[in-house]
């Protein structure tokens, strides 16, 4: 059945960023394993573990509100991983490939950013404060990764990709 008001509409919010980090949850090592720089896989590791702090704040945050977490599926992260599933099996330049990590986690990162920024303001606007607040440290901790991604790319990552497998723009060896 379709939200018909506020407070249902965070409920189905609450269910697809539940389902979403679930998801994250089981794609996060893959990306970590996939991932040659080492500070990318670090990165990637450390936010697996943050991931699963975020699963149980928002069980926290529906039992605030006397809901169930599950029963829905996330099907944009679901569109999300898959995307970068077919990167890593496409892109065999390890280098081209961390560049390429990077993107796909930061589309998922911007994904989960608006989804909770979302949430928060519908808790807000229905008057749960802890809720919002629960919600509102999950989204600066999302805006961070994404800045720490941003940094990894911009530091070395995407100037490493740039030259590939020494192969010039024209397809032959330089």
């Known amino acids: 059945m379709p939200p018909e008001n506020l407070d249902e509409l965070l409920v189905e919010e609450l269910k697809d ?4 980090e679930s998801q994250l949850v089981k794609a996060l090592p893959r990306l970590a394993k996939k991932a040659r720089d080492v500070e990318l896989r670090t990165a990637f590791q450390e936010h697996l ?3 699963e702090v975020h699963v149980t704040r928002l069980e926290r945050v529906c039992e605030l509100l006397d809901c169930k977490p599950r029963g829905k599926k996330c099907v944009a992260m679901e569109g999300l ?3 970068g599933k077919e990167e890593m099996e496409e892109i065999s330049d390890h280098d081209v490939l961390d560049a390429a990590l990077i993107g796909a986690a930061q589309k998922v990162e ?3 950013m608006a989804a909770y920024g979302t949430a928060r303001t519908h808790a807000l ?3 749960y404060v802890e809720a919002a607040s629960i919600l ?4 600066e901790e999302e805006g961070d990764a994404d800045k720490k991604l941003t940094r990894i790319a911009e530091s070395h990552v995407n100037a490493e990709a740039e030259h590939g497998s020494a192969i010039s723009h024209n397809g032959f060896s330089e």
């Open 136 to 139: 509102q440290q999950t989204l």
């Open 125 to 127: 606007r229905l008057g």
């Open 17 to 20: 960023l539940y389902s979403a």
């Open 49 to 51: 573990n943050q991931t």
């Open 110 to 112: 911007h994904y989960e």
């Open 81 to 83: 991983i898959e995307e």
